[in-house]
């Protein structure tokens, strides 16, 4: 049995859920400007530089994944950005060596969804499977849209190209997964169908020891614009009204429950909580955990 991770490093940075131990992985960044907003106003946009920060040109937002170190597995939960031909991602195998957490060491490879900044890092530039042992699982949603023909035309064929050669690498050697319904994915991983991003994202439920974290994918790409005001999307949400609802939803009750939340466009290192904030919400980091690995 691989015991559990302890200590912390620069580009990681672990969480005790329970008996479980959650790293934030940084995979780099990528810059979004007013563009990737539709919809906002000036006063919306205004939050973009409320802080002395921000950049002029726009929001810098995180690109992270997260491995779970639970019951003697390693499971993790998007990729990064590797092969998506943008420049500020794809640190993230570098991150997992600092760590010493070896590609084939990794059990199984579960996707929130197939964009480029969470798929990217599956497959390396031959188009093989960078983590040679590991299970891809996937709702079964997400791989019928990507592989449809449908949708395809000449402004986002290469979204639908990187998905397929991402689920293709494993699909070819027997290690595709894909579900169907909310359930227990691996022991102590339940699926969340969050619709709208795209038509199968999905978050996913750490539980442990009576402790719980939902990692929940791409509910937020600008956090201080989208919470304040949920009812601003993202240029690259699927199917918007889809992902409003979604997103409110999920808010309400990160606040309700008093949820810890992760999610791949929060701050880094993306671990904390949601607080009402008049009509909207805050994002409220969580503190630094000295002694992830430690009872």
């Known amino acids: 049995m691989i015991p559990l991770a302890s200590g912390q490093y620069p580009g990681a940075q ?75 991602l794809g640190r993230m195998q570098g991150v997992l ?42 709702r079964v949603e997400e791989h019928a849209f990507w592989h449809d023909d449908a949708p395809v035309n000449d402004g986002n064929r290469a979204y639908f190209d990187l998905a397929r050669k991402a689920a293709g690498a494993y699909a070819r050697g027997g290690r595709l ?13 339940h699926a969340e169908f969050l619709p709208g991003h795209t ?12 402790e719980a974290l939902l990692i929940w994918g791409d509910i937020v790409h600008i956090p201080p614009v989208q919470m304040k005001r949920p009812g601003i999307g993202i240029a690259f949400d699927v199917e918007g009204a889809q992902a409003e609802a979604t997103r409110r939803a999920v808010l309400e009750r990160a606040a309700s429950d008093r949820l810890k939340i992760a999610g791949m466009h929060l701050p880094f290192p993306a671990f904390g909580s949601v607080a009402r904030d008049g009509e909207g919400y805050r994002f409220l980091p969580a503190p630094y955990d000295h002694e992830p690995g430690h009872p």
Do not use: K, N
């Open 177 to 189: 997964t894909l579900f169907d319904r909310d359930r227990e994915v691996m022991p102590g991983l």
């Open 14 to 88: 672990r969480l005790r859920i329970g008996d479980a131990v959650v790293t934030a992985l940084s995979d780099g960044y990528i810059d979004l400007g007013p563009q990737t907003v539709p919809g906002a106003t000036a006063d919306d946009l205004a939050l973009l530089v409320a802080s002395p920060y921000a950049l002029e040109e726009g929001y810098r937002s995180s690109i992270s994944a997260f491995l779970v170190e639970s019951g003697g597995r390693r499971i993790l939960i998007d990729a990064g950005g590797a092969q998506s031909g943008i420049g500020t």
């Open 97 to 138: 060596a600092a760590i010493g957490v070896g590609p084939d060491t990794i059990d199984a490879l579960v996707m929130t969804h197939l964009h480029p900044d969470h798929a990217g890092g599956a497959f390396d530039a031959s188009g093989a499977a960078v983590f040679g042992h590991a299970e891809m699982i996937l």
């Open 199 to 210: 038509p199968g994202h999905t978050g996913y439920r750490v539980e442990s020891g009576g």
